[in-house]
Nanobody, 127 residues
């Protein structure tokens, strides 16, 4: 079974940057889509970004141009580089692995449904 462990969450001021990591273990091999989600207090979980094994990636409009998803296959780690952070980015951020249902929206492949989830790491952005 796949195990995911996030790290890198912190408290920062608006305009700052953070890099979240998601360590992947228990996986036998191969490649699969992974994603980042976030959940603010009192709100529903929100999709942030997905990275497919072919390198395609997409982002929620709210983070596009500020966040970058990437993966180091040699180190079995997924990253989320977050720049120009805003108070509305405050949330618990979780990574997810193995897309259960990919779908196409126009020319873009998307996935919001994953089999494995981490526990999350807290990001707090103050104004």
């Amino acid at each position: 079974e796949v195990h995911l462990m996030e790290s890198g969450g912190d408290s920062v001021q608006a305009g700052g940057s953070l890099r979240l990591s998601c360590a992947i273990s228990g996986y036998g091999g191969g490649k699969y889509a992974m994603g980042w989600f976030r959940q603010a207090a009192g709100k529903e979980r929100e999709w942030v970004s997905t990275l497919f094994s072919d390198g395609n990636r997409n982002y929620a409009d709210s983070v596009k141009g500020r966040f970058t998803i990437s993966r180091d296959y040699a180190k079995n780690t997924l990253f989320l580089q977050m720049n120009n952070l805003k108070p509305e980015d405050t949330a618990m951020y979780s990574c997810a692995a193995r897309c259960l249902k990919a779908y196409r929206t126009g020319p873009t492949m998307e996935c919001r449904d994953f089999a494995y989830w981490g526990q999350g790491t807290q990001v707090t952005v103050s104004s």
